[in-house]
């Protein structure tokens, strides 16, 4: 499909649990970052991380934790969710952020439900 | 704000006919521009990235851009019923592409 994963593809946790997304890149990228996809709404961009450093929190409640380890893994990490945080969670890479080198691909997404 | 502005339709063309799908930006620094193609319960796949003014061609797409005018659209010739799906159009702002909310096209046999 793409050179972007996403895991699990679907996920369904109570407003107590801890989860994790993951999402990895094989497409030699510099670029991640995170959107959340509700019904009706245009996709959100979350985070934006270039060369592993954070260039972009879109005010994104702290129940949502970003972590970068490296330049082909992106992280997720969920915490005390509320039910309106169920949408869709795509994960995107690009070769950078500047002109020309910011073609976004995305991952399949998680389908994350929230009890 | 910084906006991406889109019809959400539907709109529906017949197969064969020359589907046009349009969209408006507010950020006047915006320089890339992106039209994405979603099906239902799938995630958004590139069909076509445009920076310079004027026309974009690749298969049966064309995308054309009017920065004067903030003006994206794009046009999908020889309309197939698996063009179905909802048209996404997306511009650079900073570290992050702005998205519209998406155009829904049918193509009917």
Redesign the interface.
Do not use: M, S
């Given at each position: 499909e793409?050179g972007v994963t996403q895991t699990p593809r679907h996920l369904v946790m109570g407003m107590t649990n801890k989860k994790s997304l993951k999402c990895e890149q094989h497409l030699g990228h510099n670029?991640m970052?995170w959107y959340k996809q509700s019904a009706?709404?245009?996709?959100e961009?979350m985070f934006?991380y270039?060369f592993k450093e954070q260039?972009?929190n879109?005010s994104v409640p702290s129940r949502f934790s970003p972590e970068c380890p490296n330049s082909s893994h992106l992280f997720l990490h969920l915490h005390t969710l509320q039910p309106e945080d169920s949408a869709?969670y795509?994960c995107a890479s690009s070769p950078g952020?500047g002109?020309?080198r910011?073609?976004?691909?995305?991952?399949?997404?998680t389908r994350l439900t929230v009890l | 704000q910084k906006e991406v502005e889109q019809n959400s339709g539907p709109l529906s063309v017949p197969e064969g006919a020359i589907a046009s799908l349009n969209c408006t930006y507010s950020d006047r620094g915006s320089q890339s521009f992106f039209w994405y193609r979603q099906y239902s319960g799938k995630s958004p796949e590139l069909i076509m990235s445009i920076y310079s003014n004027g026309d974009k061609e690749d298969g049966r797409f064309t995308a054309q851009l009017n920065k004067a005018s903030q003006y994206v659209s794009l046009l999908i010739r020889d309309s197939q019923p698996s063009d179905s799906a909802t048209y996404l159009c997306a511009a650079n702002s900073g570290y992050a592409l702005n998205f519209g909310k998406g155009t829904s096209l049918l193509v009917t046999p």
């Open positions: 793409t670029a970052y009706k709404k245009p996709l961009l934006v270039n260039t972009e879109n869709l795509l952020v002109l020309a910011d073609e976004q691909f995305f991952g399949p997404g | -």
